[in-house]
């Protein structure tokens, strides 16, 4: 009778673990996985076959150190603690990065022997997205607040100092210096004005527009006209390719995104080029290309040869007011910018570099209908 309700006892345990919604893995005392339910299968995308005999290395991402896994074995085979919880970042199949909790406990036999390990983790992805759009939100509403008051204090003073220069510049008869000087004036005047528009555009709400099919070729020749001046200058050649698929956005302001990513990657080829000994100045491109996607999305990459982006940069270059440019180069808007107009339309904007010198390459994901 004990035997019979032993056993069922272990069905059901082995029913709530393949029905639990969390990841679950075991491993036997060498750390070799034993099993995985079919919720880490379908977090982390490998199957069965694949994880068994592996170990949890098969999930590690670069966003911990070596040291911070041995720090996590340290506290688990600790007698006065003997189990680790707490948050990091595992990678799955595809090479996404999957943020979660996790706890790992020892497992033993009657005899007290620890026989294996067991993890349970329970997947943040969705928390972190939340958390990290109430930040943009709040970010954006101080800047705003930021922009009104500038708008409002500096706006007023700017334009009576604008018009009495103009009023200097209408008499100075004929005196070149203090024409140039009032004319550089001028163009200051301009550039703070222009700063203050930007923080204005970048921290107000959605302009809600109508978003119909456009043909990615034309928007991005359209584009190309504007830089190929700037690109002949440079020597930057331009590769395109995929290009003839359909994205639904606005006009403007898809154009707007790839202008000012454009531009930004010309930036960013002239600071590597700046870099460069002279004797070994290599060929620098911009490629641009496009591809479907699962889903009706369209994926569309733009990647340079520039001077590339630091890895501890990568998650902040999107934020107003950040840029790596020199004092007097950069407002640190251009981008946040983009990351604006990009959700305006639906869309999604991320940016990889291996680092300074190895160029940059941001993926765009579009709606296709």
Avoid at 165 to 193: F, H, K, T, W
Wanted: hydrophobic residues 40%; aromatic residues 6%; glycine residues 8%.
């Amino acid at each position: 009778m004990e035997t019979v309700k032993s056993g069922l006892v272990d069905q059901v345990f082995l029913r709530c673990v393949e029905d639990c919604l969390e990841p679950i893995m075991l491993t036997n005392q060498f750390g070799k996985l034993t099993y995985v339910n079919p919720a880490w299968v379908m977090t982390y995308g490998y199957s069965k076959e694949e994880a068994i005999g592996q170990t949890p290395r098969l999930l590690r991402s670069n966003v911990q150190s070596e040291e911070f896994y041995k720090g996590i074995w340290a506290t688990i085979l600790d007698p006065k603690i003997g189990f680790w919880k707490g948050e990091l970042t595992n990678r799955a199949k595809d090479g996404h990065h999957v943020p979660v909790l996790l706890t790992i406990t020892p497992y033993r036999e009657s005899s007290d022997e620890i026989v294996g390990y067991m993890g349970i983790a329970m997947d943040l992805s969705e928390q972190k997205t939340m958390e990290q759009q109430l930040l943009h939100q709040d970010r954006m509403a101080s800047v705003g607040l930021l922009a009104g008051g500038l708008a409002h204090e500096i706006g007023n003073p700017l334009g009576v100092i604008r018009g009495r220069a103009e009023l200097v510049l209408a008499q100075v008869n004929g005196n070149e210096v203090a024409a140039s000087n009032l004319g550089i004036i001028l163009d200051q005047i301009d550039r703070i004005s222009g700063l203050i528009q930007s923080l204005l555009r970048v921290s107000r709400g959605p302009d809600l527009v109508p978003l119909k099919k456009l043909n990615l070729t034309n928007a991005v020749n359209d584009v190309l006209v504007l830089t190929s001046e700037e690109c002949r200058r440079m020597g930057v050649l331009v590769r395109t390719q995929n290009l003839d698929l359909e994205v639904l956005a606005d006009a403007a302001k898809l154009q707007q995104v790839l202008l000012n990513i454009i531009l930004n990657s010309l930036h960013a080829i002239e600071e590597q080029k700046s870099r460069e000994a002279s004797a070994v100045q290599r060929e620098h491109f911009v490629e641009i290309t496009a591809k479907a996607k699962d889903g009706d999305r369209c994926l569309v990459v733009i990647t340079d040869s520039g001077c590339g982006i630091p890895k501890e940069n990568l998650d902040k270059i999107f934020r107003p007011f950040f840029t790596t440019k020199e004092v007097g180069k950069g407002t640190g808007l251009g981008l946040a910018m983009v990351a604006k107009l990009v959700d305006e339309i639906g869309g999604k904007v991320s940016v990889h570099s291996e680092g300074p010198g190895t160029g940059a390459r941001f993926e765009f994901e579009f709606q296709q209908q």
